[in-house]
C-alpha cells in the first residue's frame, strides 16, 4: 500500500522544510533517533512508512514551525 493523499502532502511539506533548512536527511534521522534509510522510506512516494505524529511534532521543533504547517492548507 503506498501513502494516501493526505500523507503525501505531509512528506512532501517535512521534505520542502528539510530542504530549505539545507538539512540531509541523515541529519533528520539523527533528531528522531532512526536511520537515515527510514527517512529514505519515509520520503519515497513508493513506501508506505510515515511519520509518526509524535515525529512530525519532533520535526516542528527541529524547523520552529508549528506541527500544523505538515499539513494541507484545504481539505483534500
Known amino acids: 500500500m503506498l501513502k494516501s493523499k493526505v500523507e503525501s502532502v505531509i512528506v512532501e511539506k517535512?521534505?520542502?522544510l528539510r530542504k530549505n533548512a539545507k538539512k540531509t536527511q541523515r541529519?533528520?534521522?539523527n533528531k528522531l533517533g532512526v536511520s537515515a534509510g527510514?527517512?529514505?522510506?519515509v520520503e519515497s512516494p513508493n513506501s508506505p512508512s510515515m511519520y509518526s505524529?509524535?515525529?512530525l511534532n519532533e520535526l516542528a521543533?527541529?524547523?520552529n514551525c508549528s506541527?500544523?504547517?505538515f499539513m494541507a492548507d484545504a481539505p483534500i
Open 27 to 29: 541529519d533528520v534521522a
Open 67 to 69: 506541527p500544523k504547517d
Open 38 to 41: 527510514y527517512i529514505g522510506q
Open 61 to 63: 521543533k527541529f524547523f
Open 53 to 55: 505524529y509524535d515525529q
Open 14 to 16: 517535512a521534505i520542502q
